[in-house]
């Protein structure tokens, strides 16, 4: 059922409200990951936008409903302490503070919209459109040594596949968040087509419309190869560590041997493909450990040492980290390559718990959808939420994938997918 009256489900501007907000989620990472300033004040103004479009089409057909979930009240808090906090660098924090605007936005347009059951899905299609494009694009330029992104050569990470995104580790992370959405998806696909009979292969090969999980599972298989081929080993590791995640917590909840099937036929067919393709970069990259990253940590912890409590300012890390590097002075680093190191020396202890106390409530909310509900859809949507939420968590120990748009705007359309899937599963 629908938690909408019939005639606000119709209504043109709703539906076009929802496209606009599917068009800003294509639009990120396929404008080369939108690090451009130019890139992320069309993010800010696109979806800060969408959600006053939201309120007063909502406020004047009298269906006005604000979100109600507890994950709004730590974002909101942030936002505010990272408004009034004092910044060594204000430009910096202005743009970055209107990303973060941006995402939770993109939070709310999402729980509030896709009113329907069949727009739901249709969003979850999208991120698997979106996902599998890229594996594609990043595939050609690996196998076809293609070293282009739309008409801009890249000079620098050859060798690597990276999508539409400049940089491998980023296009990794944005790799894992659709392999994980789908993993959810094709887990309600299966338990669809088996409609609460037993699991088994000859039950799946003689139903109605068995190939349908099978090319899901060929495409999710693609998407795996080119993290693979990204050639980032903490983005491969995450791969790996959120589908065994899944995989165990599928097995825990209601979907029992189902997600241990799919999670381990995805793992092979990855492997299998890997394999065939060849893994030999992929290898010599892992036995090439990179040393300097803890010496850059070691540094960025100097300055976290100064001011604990409240940081130096959002996005300016940049900014104040060439007064503690030891590792390379004449080429500073721009980031800390460890997101929540990077929290702490921007934002402070303060700033790290409002958005770990963010992040509680996401994976607590995909946890109650996965083992609590009982609509399959919304079973799904949540063991896909925390396998993507496991990978983010893995990945940022090494990586600043969080502070890329075209990365950071597909995780938070998961995070608002997964809060829409509750009322899904609450109908009227």
């Not at 300033?37 to 004047?60: Q, V």
């Not at 936005?105 to 698997?128: C, E, M, Y």
């Not at 925390?386 to 938070?412: K, R």
Request: net charge positive; hydrophobic share 50%; charged share 10%.
């Amino acid at each position: 059922m629908n938690a909408y009256p019939v005639n606000s489900l119709n209504s043109r501007a709703e539906v076009l409200i929802d496209l606009a907000i599917v068009a800003l989620m294509f639009f990120a990472p396929l404008a080369w990951g939108s690090n451009e300033p130019w890139a992320m004040g069309i993010i800010a103004a696109w979806s800060i936008g969408l959600l006053a479009a939201r309120f007063i089409w909502d406020t004047w057909h009298g269906q006005l409903r604000l979100p109600a979930s507890w994950i709004y009240l730590p974002l909101l808090l942030f936002i505010l302490s990272a408004g009034f906090q004092r910044s060594v660098e204000r430009n910096s924090t202005i743009q970055y503070l209107l990303l973060f605007a941006s995402c939770v936005s993109i939070i709310i347009s999402v729980d509030l919209g896709f009113r329907s059951r069949n727009r739901t899905k249709l969003l979850l299609i999208a991120i698997l459109s979106l996902s599998a494009f890229e594996a594609l694009y990043g595939l050609v330029q690996y196998l076809g040594n293609y070293n282009y992104i739309w008409d801009f050569q890249r000079t620098s990470g050859t060798g690597f596949a990276t999508g539409t995104i400049i940089n491998h580790n980023h296009y990794a992370l944005l790799m894992n968040l659709g392999i994980c959405a789908g993993t959810g998806y094709l887990s309600f696909l299966v338990a669809q087509h088996l409609r609460g009979g037993r699991l088994s292969l000859r039950r799946i090969a003689s139903a109605p419309g068995a190939a349908k999980p099978v090319w899901f599972v060929l495409l999710l298989a693609s998407m795996g190869l080119a993290t693979f081929f990204s050639i980032s080993r903490m983005g491969i590791l995450a791969l790996i560590l959120s589908l065994g995640t899944m995989i165990i917590l599928g097995y825990a909840s209601q979907s029992g041997k189902r997600s241990v099937l799919i999670g381990l036929a995805l793992l092979i067919v990855i492997f299998g493909l890997s394999v065939y393709s060849g893994l030999d970069p992929v290898l010599a990259r892992f036995e090439n450990i990179e040393r300097d990253r803890i010496a850059l940590w070691r540094d960025a912890w100097k300055m976290i040492e100064k001011h604990p409590w409240m940081g130096q300012g959002l996005g300016t890390f940049q900014w104040t980290y060439p007064a503690y590097e030891t590792v390379n002075p004449d080429v500073p680093a721009k980031y800390a390559h460890n997101d929540y190191l990077q929290a702490l020396a921007e934002v402070g202890i303060v700033g790290l718990v409002l958005l770990l106390w963010a992040f509680f409530l996401a994976c607590r909310t995909a946890v109650k959808n996965l083992f609590q509900a009982h609509d399959l859809l919304v079973r799904g949507i949540g063991l896909g939420t925390l396998g993507a939420l496991t990978a983010i968590a893995l990945q940022e120990i090494t990586d600043f994938g969080l502070y890329v748009p075209g990365v950071v705007v597909l995780a938070s359309v998961l995070v608002g997918l997964n809060l829409r899937a509750t009322r899904l599963e609450r109908g009227p």
